[in-house]
C-alpha cells in the first residue's frame, strides 16, 4: 500500500461492535498497527446492542468484512449466529473475536489471553495465589477461566446475580485444579473478608465507568493495603476511582489498557496472520 492510510477499492474492513462504543481505543489501536504494517485495511466502530446484533452479523457477513471485536453487550448474544466457536470460546461462553474465513464466521476469545499479558508484563506473580474478582459477565469470565488455566489457586467471584458467578465456578472447579467459590456483591463482609486475603483484586464490572464514573464498589481505602495487586478491566477513564484508591494506599494499580492491547494484539494476528507492533502502538496510544 503505497499511500498508507487511504482508503480505496481495495481496502479490508474490520470493526468493532458494542454499546456504549464512543470511548473505545480499539479502532485507534488496530489502524496504528495496520498503517506500521502498510496493510490495506481499515478498522471502525459501530454502535450495536442486542436488538441490532442479528441484522448486523447478517450484514457484516453479506458485505465480506473480514473480522471484527464484539464488546458489551454482545459477547455472549452473538454465539448462535456464527458457524463456528473455538473450545476456548466455547467454554468460556461468550466471543469477542469473530474471523471471516471463506464466509465461514469463526468466533474467538482472547480477553483471558489479554489479562494474563498484562499482569505478566507488569511482572505480577499470580501462579499459586488467590484472586477477588468483582462481576461475572463475559469479560470477567474470561479473566476467571484463563487465569485458572494458568495457575491461579483460588478464585472469589462476587456479582449482583449470584447464579452467574455460581455457575462460572462450578464450570472452573469441574474443568481445572483452581478452588472458586461465589458470593453476592453487596455482602460487603465477604467482599471485605476475601479481598483481605487475596493477592489480587479485579474490578470487571462497568463501575468506574460512564455513566459510573467517579464511583467505586470499595467503600473506603481502609479495605486495601500496598501489597495488594489492583486492577480494573476498565480504560476510559484510564485512572478509576477504584485504581485511585489503590494508588493512595501504595498498591501496583493497573487499568484496562494493557488488557485491551494484548486481547487486541492476538486479534490482529488472528485476522492477519501477523504479529502486531506493540511497541508501536504503546507508544502512540499510551
Given at each position: 500500500m503505497s499511500d498508507q492510510g487511504r482508503i480505496d477499492g481495495r481496502t479490508k474492513l474490520f470493526g468493532l461492535i458494542a454499546t456504549p462504543i464512543g470511548h473505545s481505543l480499539?479502532?485507534?489501536m488496530h489502524n496504528l498497527a495496520f498503517k506500521k504494517l502498510g496493510l490495506n485495511n481499515a478498522y471502525m466502530a459501530f454502535e450495536v446492542g442486542n436488538e441490532e446484533l442479528a441484522y448486523v452479523v447478517a450484514g457484516f457477513r453479506a458485505l465480506h468484512l473480514k473480522g471484527f471485536n464484539v464488546s458489551m453487550p454482545n459477547k455472549t448474544k452473538i454465539q448462535?449466529?456464527?458457524?463456528?466457536?473455538?473450545?476456548?470460546?466455547?467454554?468460556?461462553?461468550?466471543?469477542?473475536?469473530?474471523?471471516?474465513e471463506n464466509?465461514?464466521?469463526?468466533?474467538?476469545?482472547?480477553?483471558?489471553?489479554?489479562?494474563?499479558?498484562?499482569?505478566?508484563?507488569?511482572?505480577?506473580?499470580?501462579?499459586?495465589?488467590?484472586?477477588?474478582?468483582?462481576?461475572?459477565?463475559?469479560?470477567?469470565?474470561?479473566?476467571?477461566i484463563q487465569a485458572a488455566l494458568d495457575g491461579i489457586a483460588e478464585i472469589s467471584i462476587f456479582n449482583r446475580d449470584i447464579t452467574k458467578a455460581s455457575d462460572i465456578a462450578a464450570l472452573i472447579n469441574k474443568e481445572t485444579n483452581c478452588r472458586v467459590n461465589a458470593y453476592k456483591l453487596d455482602d460487603l463482609d465477604s467482599l471485605k473478608s476475601e479481598i483481605a486475603s487475596s493477592d489480587i483484586l479485579t474490578n470487571a464490572t462497568g463501575v468506574g465507568?460512564?455513566?459510573?464514573?467517579?464511583?467505586?464498589?470499595?467503600?473506603?481505602?481502609?479495605?486495601?493495603?500496598?501489597?495488594?495487586?489492583?486492577s480494573d478491566l476498565i480504560y476510559n477513564p484510564r485512572k478509576t476511582t477504584l485504581l485511585e484508591q489503590a494508588e493512595a494506599v501504595?498498591?501496583?494499580?493497573?487499568?484496562?489498557?494493557g488488557m485491551m492491547l494484548w486481547a487486541g494484539s492476538r486479534s490482529f494476528e488472528i485476522w492477519t496472520g501477523k504479529e502486531m507492533p506493540v511497541e508501536h502502538v504503546k507508544k502512540h496510544l499510551f
Open positions: 480499539a479502532p485507534t448462535p449466529l456464527l458457524d463456528e466457536i473455538t473450545p476456548a470460546a466455547e467454554l468460556i461462553g461468550a466471543v469477542n473475536t469473530v474471523v471471516n464466509g465461514k464466521l469463526i468466533g474467538h476469545n482472547t480477553d483471558g489471553l489479554g489479562y494474563i499479558g498484562t499482569l505478566t508484563e507488569r511482572d505480577v506473580d499470580f501462579v499459586g495465589k488467590k484472586m477477588t474478582l468483582m462481576g461475572a459477565g463475559g469479560a470477567a469470565k474470561a479473566v476467571a465507568m460512564n455513566p459510573l464514573e467517579g464511583q467505586s464498589l470499595i467503600p473506603d481505602t481502609s479495605w486495601l493495603r500496598p501489597e495488594l495487586v489492583v501504595g498498591c501496583k494499580a493497573i487499568n484496562g489498557l
